[in-house]
C-alpha cells in the first residue's frame, strides 16, 4: 500500500490493515447463533469444511478490540501495572490495557487507559504491531502503542478493578520479561515490540 | 524453590510452577453458574470486590491449558504453519499448537502436536516461560516449547483442521516478528523466548 504510514506512527502501525478478514474463505458457514448476548457474548456456529466434513464451532465474534500501553517516563522508567485477574484468581503484571469505545480512535482509547490506569500524560506515542490473542476462539484483536516521556499525576481505577502502578528501571521490566515474570501473555509482546525503539532511542 | 529445574529444561521452565492461582483472594465469590457446558464454557459469577461494591464477572475458567511449539531442522529452518481460523475468518501464521489431553505431559502434547501437524519427530526440547493469553477473560494458561534439531516426515492432520507447513530460514522467521508480520501474539512470544537459546547455540 503507497498510503500506508512510516513504522513509527502514533497512530497506526503498517501491519493493522492487514488484521482483518480474508477475501477467501475456505470454511462455509451453514448456520450460526449466539450462545448468549452480552459483553462475552459466544456463537455457535454450523460449517462445512473444505473436505466436506460438517462440524460445529464455539467461537467469540470479531468485533472487541483493545489497546495495550507501555508508559516510559520522563526520566526513563517503565510503568506496569499489577491487577487482579479474576478469571485467573490470581494478580498478573501486565502492562494498561483496555477496551476501544464507541467511536474512539485506538490512539485515544490507549491515552485514555494510561491517563485512568496509571495517571499518565502526554508523551510521545509510537503504534506497535497489533496481533490477536487467542486465533483458536476468539475473534478478538490487540493494539499494542509505546508511549515515550510521559508525565505521572493522579490515577481514576474505575471501582471494578484492583490495580497497583508498578514504576521501575527499564532494563528490570525486560530482565523481568526475558525471565518469564511477566505472565500476561499480550503485556510481554508489547514490551518486546517497544524494545526496537527504546534501543534505537538510545534508552535501553 | 531448591528443586525447580535448570532454565533449559525439556520438561518445564522456571516460571511454570507460578501460573497459578494465588492464596490471598481480593475478590469474593457470592455465586458462580455455567452460562453453557461444553468446550468454550462460560462462567458467571456474583463478586464483591475490596470495596464492597458487588458486580457479575462473565469468564472462562482455569483449567485449559495449550502447549505451543518451534520446531527447527536439523539444517536450521523453521518451521511454522499457515492456518484458517474461523473465529477470525483468516489465514494465520503460527507456530504448532494445541490442546493438552487428559493425563499427558505438556512436552509429551508438545511432540504430539508437532508430529501431527508438521511431521516433525525427534530433537532436544527446550520448555520456554508459559503465559496467559487474555487474563481479563479467560483462566487458560499457555506453555511454549522450542525444539531443536526436528527431522521432518509425514503430517496426519485433524480433518477439522485446513493446515499448511511453511519451511523458512530462521532469520527470515525473525523478519516477520518484528514486522508484525506473525498475526498470532502467543506464536510471536513463542518466537521471541525461543530467540535466546537460538542465538546461545549459534544458529540465529
Redesign the interface.
Known amino acids: 500500500m503507497s498510503d500506508r504510514p512510516e513504522s513509527g506512527s502514533a497512530d497506526m ?3 493493522w490493515p ?5 477475501t477467501a ?3 462455509e458457514t451453514l448456520s450460526t447463533r449466539l ?2 448476548e ?3 457474548a ?1 456463537s455457535e ?1 454450523h ?1 462445512r ?3 466436506g ?1 460438517e ?1 460445529t ?6 468485533g472487541p478490540r ?1 489497546v495495550f500501553a507501555l508508559p516510559v517516563t520522563t526520566d526513563g522508567q517503565a510503568v506496569l501495572i499489577r ?10 503484571t ?1 502492562v494498561v ?1 483496555g477496551g476501544v469505545e464507541a467511536g474512539e480512535s485506538f490512539l485515544l482509547a490507549a491515552q485514555r487507559e494510561v491517563a485512568e490506569e496509571v495517571g499518565g500524560r502526554g508523551g510521545e506515542w509510537v503504534a ?13 484483536v ?1 493494539y499494542p502503542f509505546l508511549a515515550l516521556g510521559v508525565t505521572l499525576g493522579d490515577m481514576a481505577h474505575e ?2 478493578e ?1 490495580i497497583e502502578r508498578v514504576i521501575l528501571p527499564l532494563p528490570e521490566a525486560y530482565r523481568m520479561l ?9 503485556s ?2 508489547t514490551l ?2 517497544a524494545r ?1 525503539v527504546l534501543e534505537a532511542r538510545g534508552l535501553l
Chains 1, 2 share one sequence.
Open positions: 502501525h503498517p501491519n492487514a488484521l482483518v478478514e480474508d474463505q475456505p470454511w450462545m448468549f452480552g459483553m462475552r459466544i456456529d460449517v469444511l473444505p473436505s466434513v462440524t464451532y464455539q467461537y467469540r465474534r470479531r483493545a491487577q487482579y485477574r479474576y478469571p485467573l484468581r490470581a494478580t498478573v501486565e490495557a506497535l504491531p497489533g496481533f490477536y490473542p487467542q486465533p483458536s476462539i476468539s475473534g478478538v490487540f471501582d471494578t484492583t526475558e525471565a518469564g515474570e511477566i505472565h500476561d501473555g499480550p510481554s509482546l518486546f515490540h526496537r
